[in-house]
């Protein structure tokens, strides 16, 4: 059997009326006993369902102008960023799930037996060519950090970054000036590699990797000959321990959610919208609206509330819909970043370009009027993200 889920919301409360439920049996008298369950019953009804739990509301408006109000108050102090492929395409990098342009859709010339493959550690193991010709292609140095990466930064510079977490494997949030402590990398990322021979498990760093790849050689280890994996979480893989022993800390404090380029539809980084307290204002910035499940299926599964946008009980969920970057941009301007932030892009991508030796334009910032406020369209209700892993 399992063993049980300590971190596990459901399995945490259900294990206390089950102790509750043994207890009453050592008891004398019936009544104690049932009213000791009684009582478990309604703190896990309570904590689970947010039956009885006070929901203090924090934006004086569901829109993009109240989170920048609220941002600029007292109140908020802690911001977690949870992010996908959605801020990295504006970069030209695909995102997963889109039907034309995503990058499953795209993989015929690999000749899979599905998709979904090409990130299957049996089928790696096999055939591990598609997945470094596709690593080639997609491989971080190609690739300049958008101006939502920079928008993440400049949290961080303002002292309210607390965390981001990604979904992303392209090290973009790391070339944008995030540290390590900064980040949560949940499905792993190409920063390091190991041998995947469990007796070697030889590291290997981003610089070793990269010659491997551009060489169009597949990465052996020069230890045992076995073949070298970036550390990417591919399906069936556990994700980090870091992201369990973040999430226990990080979301007890958190004093708004920012949530962008992401479908939220991979478990269990989807589930960390629900893992904040029930007064946290959430924030996305999306293609389209996303993560509204049921709220009481929801919970019953362990996986939190969903995003409520448009009910008549709405309190404290925003949606801005449209380019992410255009997003981070108008969210940027309400707060008085807005130069802040294009100086710092233009700089940054400097610094890039004098690197590399290279003066090409990164494609999400060549054009001088994307660094302009959006239209009206991100008038902001709920809205949804991209879609990512």
């Not at 703190?43 to 004086?60: I, M, P, V």
């Not at 960023?81 to 970069?91: K, M, N, R, Y």
């Not at 362990?302 to 992410?324: E, T």
Request: glycine share 8%.
């Amino acid at each position: 059997m399992a063993e049980r889920d300590p971190s596990d919301p459901l399995e945490t409360q259900a294990g206390k009326v089950q102790e509750a439920q043994d207890s009453d049996s050592d008891t004398e008298g019936g009544a104690a006993g049932g009213e000791a369950e009684m009582d478990f019953l309604r703190n896990f009804f309570s904590q689970t369902l947010g039956l009885g739990t006070q929901k203090e509301r924090l934006l004086d408006d569901l829109t993009l102008e109240g989170v920048a109000r609220y941002m600029q108050s007292e109140r908020c102090r802690r911001v977690i960023c949870l992010v996908g492929a959605g801020i990295s395409t504006s970069t030209g990098i695909p995102d997963f799930r889109s039907p034309s342009t995503g990058l499953y859709a795209n993989l015929q010339k690999y000749q899979l037996p599905y998709p979904e493959a090409i990130f299957e550690t049996g089928y790696f193991k096999k055939h591990p060519e598609p997945f470094f010709a596709l690593a080639k292609e997609l491989y971080p140095a190609q690739f300049k950090p958008t101006l939502c990466h920079y928008f993440i930064r400049l949290l961080k510079e303002k002292g309210l970054l607390l965390r981001c977490y990604t979904q992303n494997i392209d090290t973009l949030e790391r070339v944008a000036g995030l540290e390590s402590e900064d980040l949560v990398e949940a499905h792993g990322t190409f920063h390091t590699s190991h041998c995947i021979s469990p007796l070697c498990r030889q590291e290997y760093t981003l610089s070793w990797m990269k010659e491997k790849i551009f060489s169009e050689v597949i990465p052996k280890c020069e230890k045992c000959q076995s073949v070298v994996k970036p550390d990417i979480v591919f399906f069936g893989e556990n994700l980090p321990a870091r992201f369990f022993s973040c999430m226990q800390s990080d979301f007890q404090k958190v004093d708004l959610l920012l949530i962008m380029g992401t479908s939220l539809q991979v478990q269990p980084f989807a589930s960390l919208i629900g893992k904040a307290p029930l007064s946290t204002p959430r924030l996305l910035i999306n293609k389209e609206k996303t993560g509204q499940t049921d709220p009481f299926l929801g919970m019953m599964m362990g996986l939190g509330g969903g995003m409520d946008f448009d009910s008549k009980k709405a309190y404290r969920d925003v949606a801005w819909l449209g380019d992410c970057d255009q997003g981070c941009l108008a969210l940027a301007d309400l707060l008085g970043w807005k130069k802040d932030l294009e100086d710092l892009v233009r700089k940054e991508h400097a610094r890039i370009d004098a690197q590399s030796g290279s003066g090409s334009p990164n494609p999400s910032t060549s054009a001088s009027p994307r660094m302009s406020p959006p239209p009206a369209k991100g008038e902001a209700r709920p809205t949804e993200g991209e879609k990512p892993q």
